[in-house]
């Protein structure tokens, strides 16, 4: 059975960093591609970023400059390293991947982030 | 960036209703749309993937069709279960639609 499982979330200070880990069983991490997506309180979905299984990267307008999406093979984890984070990344972190069909068909529980001082 | 309008963003049906939502990206994304519901405090679900694929395991009363900029996702006969917020999300450069609250009437 495919399963990832965030960790790493917390609460952090207005221009600190955090690191969010994705653990997955079931599945090769780099065999197809994984993202991280964002739900502030209260509102919709925000892509994040995405890193392919060729090792190409791709970040949202918001977060590019600041975050940075990497996996560690040996691991099988996805990573999303956070700096210079604001108020306005506080939210619930999924990571998911595209297992089988061209979509995100796999999500994780989620980890809250929550940038205050 | 491509940007994705759902409408509406609320709707409220009864069930046993039809039910349509409707997606428009700016640009043309060919069919490389997926639909997910989520539920209160819960991971989104795929429903639908490639516009019109139906997702594993998920029931054939969902449905979605489009291609280029105009997508739609129909359930055919609304069960309590589906009531949820439905967004869609083009996987050319990744963006959701805002969302559509289906509530009970």
């Known amino acids: 059975e495919v399963q990832l499982v965030e960790s790493g979330g917390g609460l952090v200070q207005p221009g600190g960093s955090l690191r969010l880990s994705c653990a997955a069983s079931?599945?090769?991490?780099?065999?197809?591609?994984m993202s991280w997506v964002r739900q502030a309180p209260g509102k919709g979905l925000e892509w994040v970023s995405v890193?392919?299984?060729?090792?190409?990267?791709y970040y949202a307008d918001s977060v590019k400059g600041r975050f940075t999406i990497s996996r560690d093979n040996s691991k099988n984890t996805l990573y999303l390293q956070m700096n210079s984070l604001r108020a306005e990344d506080t939210a619930v972190y999924y990571c998911?991947?595209?297992?089988?069909?061209?979509?995100?068909?796999?999500w994780g529980q989620g980890t809250m982030v929550t940038v205050s001082s | 960036d491509i940007q994705m309008t759902q409408s509406p963003s609320t709707l409220s049906a009864s069930v046993g209703d039809r039910v349509t939502i409707t997606c428009r990206a700016s640009?043309?994304?060919?069919?490389?749309l997926a639909w997910y519901q989520q539920k209160p405090g819960k991971a989104p679900k795929l429903l639908i993937y490639?516009?019109?694929s139906l997702e594993s395991g998920v029931p054939s009363r969902f449905s979605g069709s489009g291609s280029g900029t105009e997508f739609t996702l129909t359930i055919s006969s609304l069960q309590p279960d589906d009531f949820a917020t439905y967004y869609c999300?083009?996987?050319?450069?990744?963006?959701f639609g805002q969302g559509t609250k289906v509530e009970i009437k």
């Open positions: 999300q083009q996987y050319i450069s990744w963006t």
């Open positions: 079931g599945f090769t991490v780099s065999s197809n591609y």
């Open positions: 490639k516009a019109s």
């Open positions: 890193i392919y299984s060729g090792g190409s990267t």
């Open positions: 998911a991947i595209s297992s089988h069909s061209t979509a995100f068909d796999i």
């Open positions: 640009q043309s994304i060919s069919s490389w």
